[in-house]
């Protein structure tokens, strides 16, 4: 039984370090998923910050041109249908290449 005892004493030491070299493996690898999960949130959060920026300062273009009394804004939407219209159509006339002279 004394052998035993002997034999068992060096291998609980050697599984205690083996535990604790992996205990301070885990605690490395969470500390590394914690960083990126916090770089990636960090990084979408700066991302709707700016989308949401650039939604306040079109909220506030559109607030301006409501509440300017001289503007008109019923020419302006017809400006914009106007657009509209050239922008379906094309510039510019017409090539009619379907009718080409064959050679």
């Given amino acids: 039984m004394e052998g035993y005892m002997a034999l068992m004493i060096p291998i ?9 070299v992996w205990t301070n ?3 490395k690898v969470a500390k590394l998923q ?10 979408k959060a700066a991302q709707y910050a700016s989308h949401i920026q650039r939604l306040e300062d079109r909220v506030q273009v559109l607030e301006r041109i409501v509440t300017d009394r001289g503007y ?6 017809e ?25």
């Fill in 72 to 77: 008109d804004i019923a020419t302006q939407i």
């Fill in 79 to 103: 400006a914009l249908r106007d657009q509209r219209r050239v922008d379906e159509n094309g510039p510019g006339v017409p090539l009619g290449l379907d009718k080409k002279e064959r050679v």
């Fill in 12 to 20: 609980l030491g050697i599984l205690l370090g083996f535990f604790g």
């Fill in 25 to 27: 493996h885990k605690e």
């Fill in 34 to 43: 914690t960083k990126a999960v916090a770089t990636e949130t960090a990084e």
